[in-house]
């Protein structure tokens, strides 16, 4: 397993308030990370829906090798709070997904979605301006045509880089229920949003239109049995997708089978064991993250408990499963009782497909590395390591004597949660929103 170093922690906060991790209020809570295609650029949206962006540092003359800090690059409002006045429901205007769509030109742009609402965003540099136009005076004011008498040919002037962001597209109006997921499909043409009982594909440059490819809400409502927890498309195949539902089961679907995927191709499936059974195995088994591998040959779950990798091949049970936290099952009782055992965890691969990270509480996070089966627990603290100190392993007491390093199940605090990580696509530095506060590591032989 690398060993992964604290290159800095970045403190995420709107503009004049205290740094301080006691300091913080309901909107600052980051609730998702993303690294763009080339790792280059990281955003962060956060509950009161503002977007963060930041650009890593290029490689300096002067030392060379060093690069791998990210600073701030653009921040804007993405989202603001609404009002359903027909079924008098507010909208809040939480970041619940961003992604990133592969860099074309200068520009940069990306998906952000809410509860209800998704969004275009460009974002580009501007560090020249047009002057001298003919039809308008410096002020920006009409000229009165007669009083042209003479054309001119508009400079462009130097001024002081500016990042602008701006909305391209907004696709409303198409989901009833809350957007658990949007994914950019891989002809970089279309994109699908998911909801509990839907899933829409959409074309960018079509606004009011989606087509519906997913509807598994039956005809009465009370016969209601599942709903879907997450989707995502294949990296490489832009007619197949995967959701998963909070049954424990993923289905693969072909968009080439029919206009309307409500039968899958593939449908992957744990058998339960039976004397594991007991009244909180269907939480615990609603899948809260799905993952296409970088290959496309896996799917990567996570559910409350554990992190599972499934083959495309096998169908019937998954070819590595990992535990997480295990030692929270004798707590399920408590964790039911405020609301502990309803968080929704993310799951991440690494760039190489070989390591996978996911998040627990206390702001502890896992790492198993699939091919030597080893595992490690770090910790997202402020407290606990300074900028460029190595992380130490955490371990958790279960049973028996506590050693001086170990830290006991019942002093573990579950209002401190990772649960959004993001992997730099292609190196080993990993972003950690723990709460309010985002942490950047990265491997120490870097």
Known sequence: MKCFSRYLPYIFRPPNTILSSSCHTEADIISTVEFNHTGELLATGDKGGRVVIFQREQESKNQVHRRGEYNVYSTFQSHEPEFDYLKSLE??????????????NAAYFLLSANDKTVKLWKVSERDKRPEGYNLKDEEGRLRDPATIT?????VLRP??????????????NAHTYHINSISVNSDY?????????????????????SFNIVDIKPANMEELTEVITAAEFHPHHCNTFVYSSSKGTIRLCDMRASALCDRHTKFFEEPEDPS?????SEIISSISDVKFSHSGRYIMTRDYLTVKVWDLNMENRPIETYQVHDYLRSKLCSLYENDCIFDKFECVWNGSDSVIMTGSYNNFFRMFDRNTKRDVTLE???ENSKPRAILK???VCVGGKRRKDEITVDSLDFSKKILHTAWHPSENIIAVAATNNLYIFQDKVN
């Open 393 to 395: 392993p955490r371990k």
């Open 276 to 280: 594991n059974r007991s009244f909180f």
């Open 150 to 154: 003479t054309l001119r040919v508009p």
């Open 380 to 382: 997202a603290s402020r």
């Open 159 to 172: 001024v002081d880089l500016m990042v602008e962001a701006i909305p391209r597209r907004v696709f409303a």
């Open 91 to 104: 909208i809040e205007e939480k970041i619940n997904k961003i992604r990133w769509l592969p860099q074309q």
């Open 189 to 209: 043409e279309t994109y699908m949003s998911a909801d509990d009982l839907r899933i829409n594909l959409w074309n960018f440059e079509i606004t009011n239109q």
